[in-house]
């Protein structure tokens, strides 16, 4: 009989010497989101001027990257130079617990990000007094915790499943993938997954799309140095969303529809792409399209880190 109580990432199994490879690039991955995202934290704290709430939705951006990578990464690394690749189920529904509650956070911190733009373009004399410190505070709070108790209820419900295997097919430990070795029935767990999609994901980007039509339609009536300013400040949150909605949608497609026939490789390549890619491309979209940030940044690499702190406050 198998023991079931623990689980086995097969895809590591026989991948020979090309594991040390794997393993050098996902070091440097993983070094360069950390680095990246820690000095976008870093310079935003450090520097008062930044202190409003598109700032600061940015730091939580990059906040969330660094969770998420520290989710998956060590894990990986250690997988790869490991010659067994066996997991405790407990230590399995909580990194897939870490890994999803990153994904829903991050498509809530962009909810409030979509929203702060819609707030400051479509009713900028009201701005002030709705984006307060406290309101802000709040907003934030709640895109963090409600993710991460929904999906802790999640875990919950999957962590009293009888398992009829222990064999599973990603990298990663994977929630749907753990459901689907259950001998039980797995209604409950099918309808309070389909709610948690629903309200982390399918909500947030309905109000996300919302709020940057009625910013479109706002340009439209608007001058042309309204809309150049306007479009400066949206195009970056729009290629982020982009960016982590298509891959998203990869590893959802991949991981309910096991009828798509795709190589290996590319089926790995694609169910990781929103672990990997948009860690690592926010801070340089956003280091590089906000001259506040970008100029910062310069500073911090011109100076020392423990330099003078007057470097932050010109």
Known sequence: ???????????????GYIRYAFFSLGFVLFCAIVFFNTLIILVIFLERTLHHPMYILISCLSVNSVFGTAAFFPRLLTDLLSDTHSVSREACLLQAFFIYSYAANENTILMLMAFDRYVA??????YNNIMTPKVLSVLIAISWIYPMICLGIAGILNSRLTMCGNKLWKVYCHNWEIVKLTCENTIANNVFGFF??????????NFILYSYAKILIICRKSSLDFRRKAYQTCIPHIVILLNFSVALFCEVTLSRFATLELPIGLSIILSLEFLIVPPILNPLVYGLNFPEIRKKIIWIIKCNVGGPKEHFNK
């Open 1 to 15: 009989m198998e023991n079931r109580t623990y689980f086995y990432l097969m895809l590591f199994e026989n991948i």
């Open 121 to 126: 373009i479509c009713k900028p004399l009201q």
């Open 196 to 205: 948690n999609v629903t309200t982390t994901l399918i909500m947030p980007l």
